[in-house]
């Protein structure tokens, strides 16, 4: 199943949503007790009790995940007001907060949160709290907070009705200007934003059963922000997290620059076993890309908000894997221990690929995740789903433990996520494009391949960038090295590429019937491997 741009495949779009900045209608297409309050709280009681101020520590958010997996699971909350419910895209749209009324601005920082209203496809309650000097303040809802526009509520608003999500402001492009800087709306997707970056993919706090028939959609119950002092170069934002399966509490340190980097600790507690989980889960959108235009006849030549799976494997080598829209739902899993990192990046950044003077493609960020110490055995796990237009988030990606995280066992995770271009994520060549035809051959070869049922394809790989700009005058090449897993390679080829300061691959592929050939190629000098590896599933139904 695919979702809409800002909802994940089977979402409920009534339930949760991704983020956005400002709402814009292609993301709409596209939410325990204090210190010492005894675990035996029902789960129902937690909104009200974020009514109210109580001592807060580091722990704090631990010891109310922790009650909160002792109940069972109760997702439950009051409805929406009718005149909230019923409220269109427009409507919805023209609600926003008034910026002179931001939080955090007394304390002298740089940071200001700002809040998402409820309504529309937002009718999920989300408790926000101020930390300050150890005690934790519920923000009472307050229409005042809102400029409703055109938009006309009538009747009174109930002064519990909380908040849809929040956002942060920083000046993070030029110090005499607030931008936005990371937004959470919406079960626990959120987005953040380097420089010079517009909105593209999102992530997530949990996946679970992504793979499967149904999927669950754990959601931040509540956020704790911490009011930082004046000098502040991060904000530190603390969330509850809840679901049928699990409950957990994490830690987001946001730091903005040029890579704005988020460093989230988590703490989950799980209610059951949970065999089919996803950290740190990044979700992308690809329609259109240079391997294949047969999805539209749009004027503009590229369509995504990601082309690659950036891995670093805990055996040091870094690989591309080009994303696909393809025919039908596709996983690929990465089988790999302690990795050193992976991400969903946007490395075409030049505005000739893209054509879109409103969408801005060449300006989405990559994010790529850094686990904190070992994770142990598991698999990066992509999937790919098709799509027929640029509006759906048909791309997941995220890490897979190889052992279920049993019930009533605390796991503790750390990680970084950082918001850039890729190009200095590691010192070798890089995969700059790839390119499918068909094999140059005459036409009586090619009907002779077809009547024994033999398929094959010229797969045009170029490696730019590192130190192959400096090798381009040497009279040798480097070496190809390119493999396959099924079928064969019957001819290779290379050949300078000064355009991209590197090289271009050839490779010559056969498949005899149906079936798929995983491919790889790097390129060599000696012992030393110049660049990152290639890496492609070619499916011949």
Not at 265 to 285: D, H, K, N
Not at 494 to 515: K, S
Request: hydrophobic letters at 40%.
């Amino acid at each position: 199943m695919i979702r809409a741009k800002g909802h994940h495949s089977g979402i409920d779009p009534s339930d949760a949503t991704a983020p956005m900045g400002a709402p814009s209608r292609r993301d709409m297409m596209s939410g325990l007790a204090a210190a010492g309050l005894a675990a035996s709280l029902p789960a129902a009681a937690l909104a009200q009790d974020e009514l109210r101020s109580f001592p807060f520590d580091a722990a704090a958010v631990e010891r109310r995940a922790q009650a909160l997996a002792a109940q069972p699971f109760d997702g439950s909350f009051p409805p929406l007001p009718a005149p909230l419910a019923g409220l269109d895209y427009d409507a919805y749209r023209d609600i926003r907060f008034r910026k002179d009324h931001a939080f955090l601005g007394e304390s002298g920082g740089p940071f200001r949160l700002q809040l998402f209203h409820r309504g529309f496809l937002y009718p999920r309650p989300v408790a926000v709290n101020l930390v300050r000097d150890g005690i934790s303040t519920p923000v009472k809802y307050d229409p005042a907070l809102f400029d409703f526009g055109r938009t006309r509520v009538e009747g009174p608003l109930p002064s519990d009705l909380n908040f849809a999500g929040i956002r942060i402001h920083a000046p993070l492009n030029r110090p005499d200007r607030l931008d936005e800087l990371i937004v959470f709306v919406g079960a626990s997707y959120f987005r953040f934003l380097g420089q010079d970056q517009l909105y593209g993919l999102s992530a997530r706090g949990l996946a679970i059963g992504t793979e499967g028939d149904k999927e669950e959609f754990p959601f931040f119950r509540a956020f704790y922000v911490e009011v930082p002092p004046a000098d502040a170069k991060a904000l530190t934002i603390r969330a509850l997290l809840d679901s049928p399966s699990i409950a957990g509490a994490y830690r987001f340190t946001v730091e903005p620059g040029r890579n704005t980097t988020v460093r989230v600790s988590a703490t989950l507690y799980p209610r059951q076993e949970l065999s089919s989980v996803g950290i740190a889960p990044l979700t992308s959108m690809f329609f259109i890309g240079e391997t294949d235009r047969g999805h539209s006849d749009d004027y503009r030549p590229e369509l995504h908000d990601s082309d690659g799976l950036q891995i670093a494997t805990g055996s040091g080598e870094w690989l591309w894997r080009p994303l696909d829209n393809p025919q039908g739902r596709r996983i690929s899993t990465f089988l790999d221990r302690d990795p050193k990192g992976f991400g969903l990046m946007q490395r075409d950044r030049a505005f000739a690929s893209y054509q879109d003077l409103e969408a801005g493609y060449e300006r989405r960020p990559g994010y790529f995740v850094e686990p904190d110490g070992a994770w142990g055995e598991g698999s990066v796990v992509l999937m790919e789903l098709p799509t027929d237009n640029e509006t759906a988030d048909n791309i997941v990606a995220f890490w897979r433990p190889r052992q279920p995280y049993p019930a009533g066992r605390p796991v503790r995770l750390a990680y970084t996520i950082s918001a850039h271009t890729g190009d200095d994520l590691h010192p070798n060549g890089k995969v700059m494009n790839t390119f499918i035809a068909e094999p140059a051959a005459s036409g009586a070869a090619r009907r002779a391949a077809d009547a024994h049922a033999l398929r094959s394809r010229r797969f045009l790989i170029d490696f730019g960038g590192g130190e192959l700009g400096k090798s381009l005058g040497d009279a040798a090449p480097p070496e190809i090295v390119a493999s396959a897993s099924a079928g064969r390679i019957t001819a290779t080829s290379i050949v300078p590429n000064p355009h991209i300061g590197g090289y271009r691959v050839a490779l010559d592929v056969r498949l005899e019937g149906a079936g798929t050939a995983d491919l790889r190629a790097y390129l060599k000098r000696g012992d030393q491997a110049l660049t990152e590896t290639w890496s492609y599933p070619w499916s011949v139904a």
